[in-house]
T-cell receptor, first 114, second 118 residues
Framework: NAGVTQTPKFQVLKTGQSMTLQCAQD?????MSWYRQDPGMGLRLIHY???????DQGEVPNGYNVSRSTTEDFPLRLLSAAPSQTSVYFC?????????????FGPGTRLTVL | AQKITQTQPGMFVQEKEAVTLDCTYD???????LFWYKQPSSGEMIFLIY??????QNATEGRYSLNFQKARKSANLVISASQLGDSAMYFC???????????????FGQGTTLQVKP
């Protein structure tokens, strides 16, 4: 199993450009989510999904869109990049049934917006 | 609203000694789960240990144990016999809901950077 994969690993954008961060998991997890990590602020939830066709906003959704057409994929779209979106982005997935259901994280994407 | 607080931005520990990383939480949901993750300098997030709000005993996973004090709303991570490879950032996280009411959402604390000295 590859687990959770993210592409690209690094990206530099200019203000106003759009792009899509890719995330895929091969563990048949119902739950998928996107976080951003900024220094001193831990990880903050951007958007999440509890299954194909179902998405919802997290703590910091502005400027980002998501969709979930399959169980495996959960892309994050930046509509018009701003310097405030410079961050490290993590995708994570987990089961929903059961008790522990720890989240498995991708390796992260380091995004710089100039 | 749920909240996780880690009050120690940085900690030092001597190799082979034990260290406690603090975590307090706030929630009105009687059902919740508490997690600790490790983030080494390479950047990946590694799950360490889980404690459910209804668990009667403190969780243990190898050298990691969770000192769960429900009345105080604290879930401190104890690392015994520290190793140089334990140097990393550590995050405490909470998920509200349990089993059928689980939304999966995690909220994270700000993290504690641990440095192990040889």
């Amino acid at each position: 199993n590859a687990g959770v994969t993210q592409t690209p690993k690094f990206q530099v954008l200019k203000t106003g450009q759009s792009m899509t961060l890719q995330c895929a998991q091969d563990m048949n997890h119902e739950y998928m989510s996107w976080y951003r990590q900024d220094p001193g602020m831990g990880l903050r939830l951007i958007h999440y999904s509890v299954g194909a066709g179902i998405t919802d906003q997290g703590e910091v959704p502005n400027g980002y869109n998501v969709s979930r057409s399959t169980t495996e994929d959960f892309p994050l779209r930046l509509l018009s990049a701003a310097p405030s979106q410079t961050s490290v982005y993590f995708c994570a997935s987990s089961q929903l049934a059961g008790v522990r259901n720890e989240q498995f994280f991708g390796p992260g994407t380091r995004l710089t917006v100039l | 609203a749920q909240k996780i607080t880690q009050t120690q931005p940085g900690m030092f520990v001597q190799e082979k000694e034990a260290v406690t990383l603090d975590c307090t939480y706030d929630t009105s949901d009687p059902s919740y789960g508490l997690f600790w993750y490790k983030q080494p300098s390479s950047g990946e997030m590694i799950f360490l240990i889980y404690q459910g709000s209804y668990d009667q005993q403190n969780a243990t996973e190898g050298r990691y144990s969770l000192n769960f004090q429900k009345a105080r709303k604290s879930a401190n991570l104890v690392i015994s016999a520290s190793q140089l490879g334990d140097s990393a950032m550590y995050f405490c996280a909470m998920r509200e809901g349990h089993r059928s009411s689980n939304t999966g959402k995690l909220i994270f604390g700000q993290g504690t950077t641990l440095q192990v000295k040889p």
